[in-house]
């Protein structure tokens, strides 16, 4: 079982930067593949990017390629996404999620986290 708590997420303008954080509870958090997701207001949830157990390898959507990245710290159970040049269309409540392999679909994720909000003003 691992739980999963994000944090970092507030209303910036368009062009700044925010990080947030996955803090994940449980000795296991190194075994699993994360991967962060967001859902804008009347969209379906969307996926972001995803990291390997080791994170040696990361994938993104598209739509953030260049301007996130993600990272994580296993000896702090903690993986984290950086989002710089934020436009307004990446406003959405950003969710970190565990899974078994690095993988861009979210129903092969086994745990969530509760979500943050990111709203970005333009």
């Known amino acids: 079982q691992v739980q999963l708590e994000e944090s970092g997420g507030g209303l910036v303008q368009a062009g700044g930067s925010l990080r947030l954080s996955c803090a994940a509870s449980?000795?296991?958090?190194?075994?699993?593949?994360m991967g962060w997701f967001r859902q804008a207001p009347g969209k379906e949830r969307e996926f972001v990017g995803h990291?390997?157990?080791?994170?040696?390898?990361?994938y993104y959507a598209d739509s953030v390629k260049g301007r996130f990245t993600i990272s994580r710290d296993n000896a702090k159970n903690t993986v984290y996404l950086q989002m710089n040049s934020l436009k307004s269309e990446d406003t959405a409540v950003y969710y970190c999620?565990?899974?078994?392999?690095?993988?861009?679909?979210?129903?092969?994720?086994?745990?969530w986290g509760q979500g943050t909000q990111v709203t970005v003003s333009s």
């Open positions: 449980g000795r296991t958090f190194s075994r699993y593949a």
């Open positions: 990291i390997d157990w080791s994170g040696s390898s990361t």
């Open positions: 999620a565990a899974g078994a392999v690095p993988r861009e679909v979210a129903s092969l994720y086994y745990y």
